[in-house]
């Protein structure tokens, strides 16, 4: 049976990146981003809200370090992750995302952003005035390198 896992959300940060580099030299970016749907409950609209982790890494991760900040949308694109570990005898599980394209949402002039030069570490922006990053290279969807760790290092 076939199977698709793609993720695409758009929402703010959470809070500041934190990039680290693992043993390789990769580097490890780990964002939160919080997610609003809209929803009718009765007769009122109510605002819901999905705080969501996602591992960035490579380059895209770089970027996101310098340039993003807690309250910067941002979209990402990637595939769902289920981790399982046991910590004090207790089985753990999360489901996270892992980012393998990145946009930033918000234009020069506007709030949200890092600091830092604006150098060529991006590509040009959209046409909805955004910077984007793409870890793979490419907008061909079915033919983008894989975005993630070295078989050999696990972050954790």
């Known amino acids: 049976m076939a199977s698709f896992n793609r993720v695409i ?4 940060l ?5 990039l ?3 043993s390789s030299g990769t580097a490890v970016s780990e ?3 919080a997610v609003n749907d809209r929803v009718k409950r009765g007769d009122q609209w109510v605002d819901e809200t999905t705080f969501v982790d996602i591992t960035l890494w490579g380059r895209t991760a770089e970027v996101a370090n310098e340039y993003l900040s807690k309250g910067s949308p941002v979209l990402i694109e990637g595939r769902l992750k289920f981790d399982q570990w046991e910590k004090d005898g207790q089985k753990r599980s999360k489901l996270r995302v ?11 002039g506007e709030g949200g952003g890092g600091g830092g030069s604006r150098g060529g570490a991006r590509s040009a922006g959209s046409r ?4 984007s990053y793409d870890a793979g290279g490419g907008d ?3 033919q983008t390198a894989p975005a993630g760790p070295p078989d050999d290092e696990i972050p954790f």
Not at 9 to 12: K, R
């Open 9 to 12: 959300l758009v929402g703010n």
């Open 140 to 142: 061909d969807f079915g």
């Open 14 to 18: 959470t809070r500041d990146p934190e």
């Open 31 to 33: 964002i939160g981003l």
């Open 98 to 108: 892992v980012g393998e394209k990145m946009q930033m949402l918000s234009g020069r």
């Open 128 to 131: 909805s005035g955004g910077d």
């Open 20 to 22: 680290r580099y693992i």
